[in-house]
């Protein structure tokens, strides 16, 4: 890194909450003011900066030196010192004090201020009242300064260190020694691994009790990231030995305190083995079991109808006939309290789902009607034609945590209908269900043959599983549907059959390019994606049309995609700001990667960037415009290609999926139907034969550790045999 000293002549722009700073500094050898961009809690013309980075070409702005770490320090010159002070950083002090002050101590002024401001009853204007408010500001100005100084010391950014003081305080210094590894669960952005950098700078043992129990921690957290709720007790060993780089004996020693102490809970699974849970994880489980029971135990809120009567009344409006399987679901739905219908593309779900609302609405209930993402939410909309909204939306969170609906200010509904409920995890699920009205009627809808959620959790696969709910599984392909080989093909890879692909002698829907070399997989699908595609199918290729990988690496993965992709479909010299090695640009389609519910936007969230003015960038979410710092980009990603994880909800007018064995540990059959089930008018794979063979072959997913199925059957008493 470069190092970069100098005046600062004017603070452009500062954002108090993340500390994000534009400024102009006078520098030596530098002609002119040199724009620096960079992280500080409090930062005022007059200071000098002391910064480390790199220098690098803004196409909009030119020249500018984008800091890693800043040190502001205090100026020594007496016109430095009037202009700092005049800049109001100190309560009590305006231009005109500042004037004063310099008049009456020159360069001595700081050392008053600091040491005795007694003294400051000296200049014309100053008396007790206004001395005391100097002294006290300045002293807390000092101990944000003092705290940054420490932080840096040890190795932490400007923009970690904001964020740990925004998070202790004066504290901070006094937190950190005491315990560096609570900044992993305490300061947005740190996990354990640079906790334990941190510690290490501080001196702390590799062997001490609060880095082992950190540790056995972090490594149950990350199990969570796969999808689990729980570990064996002898993978979680394993685990943390691996990341702590220390013997079984000191991580078991460890496990048994966290035991004894509470923070760690054990259950026995199906198989006899021990599975340890965090205490919230555990509880949450427990807690969407308590909901579903309360529900299905609750009298009912509406008055009684006569199901049947009412479908005989709607039937006409339906403008279908159902099977009879959906009409024995839609009979049982108006008694069922908690039920779930599931099936694969074209078994007829939405009618049914449609045909239930019908029947509801007709009996005069209150309805809500919510998916677990934005797209999801609003496909909802457009095949029901009645008002949808996320979960998150739905019970309104909060950006400080929590939300408006919960179990004691709960939903006003008598029937709830969460759709694409696969992807909801058991987080999301225990929020929902805690407020639901007693009474309420609950019923998810969703293929239990594609990808669990993202999140932790198999909240469809074990509710179905408990033996305690009804569940309609709807099986029948409708004819209209049998039409298309998306549809048929989806099934024959969800039985484990190669699927029928269209040809150019017999044209549908569902298309296999063969290609061997990865580079000539990258080639067909920028061919397909800016050409072929658009032009067969009249759309637009940046908004219509989907890219789909199996993993984020690789010549053939997510990221090598989105930079082809990006070159092609939005080309040449725009604003664009870079961040972590990824170059973002006007124009550029983009996905929220995480919620943020401060700017109401929702992991796989689509947008598109609007604007890039110095380090903030507007991006457009369905005609809603939210404004991003640079330090934010970390929520968000380029979606030109997305892994099919990411696209779970969502669907396209056209899906290219990218398909080979350089994917070979994701290539597994539930993966390869979610994908094909994205695509409406067309899909086409491209890659090796062998690769699609090995996907559809493969059902050994992950089996993950989860207890909502024994949770749920021990509410109702259920056997586990059943």
Known sequence: ???????????????????????????????????????????????????????????????????????????????????????????????????????????????????????????????????????????????????????????????????????????????????????????????????????????????SRERIDAGIGHALWEATNDGHCGLQRKKLVEAACELLGVSEDLVSAGVDRELAEGRLVPEEDDRGRTVLYHPAMYATETGIAQNIARLVKAPRRMRAFDSRALYERIKGSLGMKLSEDQELALLSAGYAKFMVITGGPGCGKTSLENAILKMYAEAGAKMLLCAPTGRAAKRMSETTGRVASTIHRLLGFKPGGGATYNETNRLDCDLLVVDECSMVDVHLMHGLLKAVPDGASVLLVGDEDQLPSVGPGNVLGDIMASGAIRVCRLTKIFRQAAGSHIITGAHAINRGGEPEFSTKDRPGDFYFVERDEPEQVVAQVLDLVSTRLPARLGIDAKRDIQVISPMNKGVTGVRHLNERLQAI????????????????????????????????????????????????????????????????????????????????????????????????????????????????????????????????????????????????????DVSEDI
């Open 569 to 716: 479909l939005n080309p040449g010299d725009k604003p664009f700001v870079e961040r972590f090695d990824t170059k973002y640009k006007v124009g550029d389609k983009v996905m929220q990667t995480e919620n943020d519910v401060a700017k109401d936007v929702f992991n796989g969230d689509v947008g598109y960037i609007e604007s890039i003015v110095e380090d903030e960038i507007t991006i457009d979410f369905g005609g809603r415009s939210v404004v991003y710092d640079v330090s934010d980009l970390d929520q968000v990603q380029l979606a030109y290609a997305a892994t099919v994880h990411k696209l779970q909800g969502s669907q396209a007018p056209a899906i290219v999926m990218a398909f080979t064995t350089q994917h070979y540990a994701l290539l597994e059959r539930k993966l390869l139907y979610t994908g094909v089930t994205r695509g409406q008018k067309m899909v086409v794979l491209v890659g090796q034969k062998k690769a699609l063979k090995m996907a559809v072959e493969n059902v050994n997913s992950v089996r993950r550790q989860t207890r909502l199925k024994a949770a749920i059957q021990a509410q109702f």
């Open 1 to 207: 890194m470069e190092e970069l000293s100098g005046l600062v002549e004017r603070v452009t722009f500062h954002n108090e909450e993340s500390g994000f700073c534009v400024l102009q500094v006078k520098a030596p050898l530098h002609k002119g003011l040199v724009p620096v961009t960079g992280h500080a809690p409090i930062v005022k013309p007059g200071e000098y900066l002391t910064a480390a980075g790199q220098w690098f070409n803004d196409k909009s702005y030119g020249r500018q030196f984008k800091a890693e770490t800043v040190r502001l320090t205090p100026p020594s010159s007496v016109e430095g010192i009037e202009r700092y002070l005049g800049s109001g950083m100190v309560k009590g002090i305006g231009p005109a004090y500042a004037k004063r002050m310099v008049d009456v101590f020159g360069e001595r002024v700081l050392e008053v201020i600091e040491h005795s401001p007694a003294e400051l009853l000296k200049v014309r204007g100053i008396g007790e009242g206004r001395m005391r408010i100097i002294a006290e500001s300045w002293a807390s100005q000092k101990v944000i300064k003092d705290i940054m100084l420490f932080l840096h010391t040890n190795g932490v950014s400007t923009s970690r260190a904001t964020r740990i003081y925004k998070t202790y305080g004066d504290d901070a210094v006094t937190k950190v020694r005491t315990n560096p590894y609570g900044l992993a669960h305490d300061v947005r952005g740190i996990g354990f691994l640079s906790a334990d950098q941190i510690a290490q700078n501080l001196g702390w043992g590799m062997d």
